[in-house]
């Protein structure tokens, strides 16, 4: 044939013939099929077709004398006039009959391959200069699914063709340079996947929004997709961890419930092919993929990822289209291109940080109009301007807020022109999202309703520094941000640790120059991934009913309460597990006190009223106890499945306020008990030493713990007997106390002798440098820092510090246990 080439016929040294995408099928389908990847079969009109069409209707120099016209890029009703006709003349343009004839053949062949007399197929636009590094043309054109026939197919190849002359490809063109008659564009004819009886999504080889490499982003929504990516509908989102996964593992690290509202079904009568129709309530409340078939596909993508990063020889992310066949049950790879954001990226040795100043929390709490999914990782203020359709671009200034349902192509000239882009609808991976991170703004996308809250004309901030929600404040609020060369950031021999509690900044607070986390909280996870009281769980009959109404409706999709607790639990820590993997993460076991943990929902059943809570029932007492017991049973088995199941050996588990050595033999019976054993399977145990009779027993502490963390907060607390929480008392709790001091002194005199490891997670060292360069002198292993303390410790005076010296600049001696106050004594 000579306008028709099977994908099997084709390598990506055809993009000139017929384009990338079509290229990149023929690439995969010989090389990934013999390594169990699906794809359905198909052929590609090539790029003579189209100027074999063009040519037949006399139509070439109409088409350009109608381009010429076109002179004002600003000009969107000339714009829209000129694309029309355009589009009209290619679309009752006449097929030669030869090109009819060659175009039938190969349907009916396709259609005897799958045992059918008429197959359904999609048909895609590949243009000739599409999916190129330098130039990505995603998106520009147009998909038509379920087209059923000869007849509808050769109206659909008409129309694929004419879309590339659709209104934002005609922009994207001209603003890239390229020449609208230098560009072809071939027609993808691919056998259907029933994903209108299942459902289909896209996959990212990285993470979207910080480019982090060894996570898996796959989004999926019952139906056909083109929803999520025009953002029609919030998928199911899933991220699953490279290397583990390539272990054997399965290290599903992250299981989001979209809503899943609507779906693409085919049509089944009338002049349309497919119809959206509504999601019914149960299928909305489950997630439309299983864990083998996520598992499944995030190997298919590892291969794909590998495959092309060995063409390239350099890593080459991909951003990949996928269906599951209703029919079949299998899983099919329908198309997969470079990623355009990190693949183009130069320069991974900076890290831009955006920081709101001049304002405290409560009074930045006041100001939240709407929140949403953050894309971006950026803060931007401007002025509101809610637009219904791409049309309204005239009333767009240069740094507007564009607020809008959701976004498609051609909204592209709007967004170039906007300091950030909010929506009502839509997911990560929608058309929003993605050309936000291209034009490198940030986004707030999913919002439900920020059209209707936010008043049109009115001044907003949007933040979305502060990890996956965003949040849009009232007003023009300052910020700042600090740009850092990491090259330029001093080595340490002390080891420099993170403390964290918050998961959805794990990706982004992984680059920074540290040996791993010190301290990963657990709090937060139970007070917002889980949401209740943990004996709740155990004992739902015994809490409000409302609490427990929406407790079971979270946990509905995770098949029962306490699956729900241990999935959500082991999927947080194992998302900064995956962040850090293989440096060490060091995860503390709940440490909530009794009035904080009677304030989560369902907590006033299971907690006392304690005058003193700061020492009271808490920490290691709490674990072995048959009123918290229970509770303590499912957090072990979720760090069990996390190390075991997920495959995160770097987990080492670190147990809070433990008041003597009986109490550190009857927390291992009771961890023992849940299967975490000290030793087996390279499990480490760490004890935070922050009471007196830590220090003073520190000889037998050693015999339980493989290593310590000082806990200066407590440590300072039960040294002074100076309740941290007393307003009355606040002058007198300073970490900086000669007594206090002594004791970490003695702490890490007593772990070395015994050959354990000692670093600090308190604040201390976070809020007074002087604390940090007095116990890098004193030989402290390991220094656990604020995310916004580590950049600014390691520059200020990093050489001293990795040589034990004291820096002048500060004004404190480092070797010297005495008053905070009295005068410096300079070392070397």
Known sequence: MRYIKWFNELTMADIGLVGGKNASLGQMIQALSPKGLLIPNGFALTSDAYWYVLEHNHLLKELKDLMAQFTKIDDIALLQRIGHNVRLKIREAEFPVDLVQEITQAYEQLSQQYGQKAVDVAVRSSATAEDLPQASFAGQQETFLNINGTRQ?????????????????????????????????????????????????????????????????????????????????????????????????????????????????????GHRTVVDVPVIAQDQHRFCLMDDEILLLAKQVVIIESYYSDINKRWSPMDIEWAKDGLDGNIYILQARPETVYSQRQNFHTITQYELVGINARDLANRVLVTGQSVGEKIASGRVRILSGPEQIDRVQQGDIVVTYMTDPDWVPIMKKAAAIVTDSGGRTCHAAIVSRELGIPAIIGTDNATQLLQDGSTVTIDCSRGKTGYIYDGALTFKTNVIKLEEIPKSTVEIMLNIGVPDRAYNLASLPVTGVGLARTEFLIADHIGCHPMAIIYPDMIDKKVRHDLEQKAHAFGGLEEFFVSRLARGIGTIAAAFYPRPVIVRFSDFKSNEYRNLPGGEQFEPVEENPMIGFRGASRYYNEKYAPAFALECKAYKRAREVMGFKNIKLMIPFVRTVTEAQKVQEAMHKNGLVRGQDGLELVMMCEIPSNVICIDRFCEYFDGFSIGSNDLTQTTLAVDRDSELLAALFDERDPAVKAMMCMAIEGAHKHKRFIGICGQAPSDYPEIAEFLVCQGIDSLSLNDDTVLSFLLSCGPCRSKGLYCKQNGHSPNTVGDPEEPAKLGT
């Open 153 to 269: 197919l050769i109206e659909a190849c008409k129309k694929s063709m004419a879309s590339l002359f659709t209104n934002r490809a005609i922009i994207y063109r001209i603003q890239q340079n390229f020449d609208h008659f230098k560009v072809a564009l071939s027609v993808g004819v691919q056998k259907m996947v029933r994903s209108d009886l299942a459902c289909s999504g896209v996959a990212f080889s990285l993470d979207t929004e910080s480019g982090f490499k060894d996570v898996i982003v796959i989004d999926a929504a019952y139906g056909l997709g083109d929803p999520i990516v025009q953002g029609n509908v919030v998928p199911d989102e899933f991220y699953v961890h490279k290397p583990t996964l390539e272990q054997g593992y399965r290290p599903i690290v992250k299981k989001y419930l979209g809503s899943k509202k609507i779906k693409r079904i085919y049509a089944k009568n």
